[in-house]
């Protein structure tokens, strides 16, 4: 014996297109900003460009959402200095004549 268990169908809706996108207006220099979009006729137009990457308030009105977005950032900062500071370490430490004024402190001078 079988038995056939009818579905009940179902429609399902999907958006096609449901943000607007166009490569021309990605062409033109600051199309998701106003202050940007005027032309780069002086240096204010680079700082604004950088400035709206780091403007958390404008994306979203989320403490907690906004106060992750600048821990984080610190914290890549932070990880980016470290970094810096760790390559100079190492290269202070490799290329220097410690071992050698270590055994003739008197003749040798310190490279730091």
Request: negative net charge; hydrophobic residues 40%; aromatic residues 14%.
């Amino acid at each position: 014996m079988i038995i056939h268990l009818s579905e009940p169908e179902v429609k399902i809706l999907v958006d096609r297109d449901p943000v607007k996108t166009s490569f021309e207006e990605w062409a033109r220099p600051g199309h998701f900003s106003r202050t940007i979009a005027k032309r780069p006729d002086s240096t204010t137009w680079i700082w604004n460009l950088h400035a709206d990457a780091h403007d958390f308030d404008s994306h979203t009105s989320d403490l907690e959402e906004i106060s992750r977005k600048i821990f984080s950032a610190h914290f890549g900062q932070l990880s980016i200095i470290f970094l810096w500071l760790s390559g100079m370490y190492f290269h202070g430490a490799r290329f220097s004549n410690y071992e050698a004024w270590l055994s003739d402190p008197t003749h040798i001078r310190p490279s730091a």
